[in-house]
């Protein structure tokens, strides 16, 4: 991996950020429908590969109209299919965002442990010699440090 670093990003942008992350939300709240895990567990999917065959099935649906049966709501299969098409430009986008996002905190959280560590060692170091304030200060990060259980402390 190349050497990556985060740069500060102001509090300003930060905050605007978030506000636009919610005006979108509250933007299309009345659209979005929130499902359980077992409810998007049973549904069928349309992903890149049935989509295809869903838009095909519909432009058929509509030439054919003789041939579809009487239960099938073509004003439904409509709405259903310019909603899912539009909304997953905007997912694509929003997941890029969300991957892009969460790489940024992966590297910045591991440059921030890393400082942590050197500061933690010093410590140490200075505990060991006997500087007078290090002792507590070690004790503490010590105490809050995450130890890797070994198999046979479990």
């Known amino acids: 991996m190349e050497d990556k670093h985060v740069i500060p990003i102001p509090p300003e942008v930060l905050a605007q950020a978030q506000a636009n992350i919610d005006a979108t939300l509250a933007l299309l709240a009345p659209y979005l429908l929130p499902l359980t895990p077992t409810e998007r567990h049973d549904l069928p999917k349309m992903g890149n590969k049935t989509l295809s065959f869903v838009e095909k099935a ?7 109209p003789q041939l579809c049966p009487s239960y099938l709501d073509m004003n439904a299969f409509d709405m ?14 929003a997941k890029q ?8 905190v992966m590297v910045a959280g591991s440059e921030a442990y890393q ?3 050197v500061f933690y ?3 140490k170091a200075a505990a060991a010699q006997h500087i007078p304030g290090a002792k507590e200060v ?10 890797i259980k070994r198999k046979n402390e479990e």
């Open 58 to 64: 519909q432009v058929y649906a509509h030439q054919y």
């Open 138 to 147: 070690y004790s503490d990060l010590r105490a809050r440090f995450p130890r």
């Open 115 to 117: 400082a942590a560590l």
């Open 121 to 123: 060692n010093a410590i």
């Open 97 to 104: 965002l969300s991957d892009n996002i969460d790489d940024t």
């Open 80 to 93: 259903d299919m310019t909603d899912a098409t539009g909304l997953r430009k905007v997912h694509i986008a």
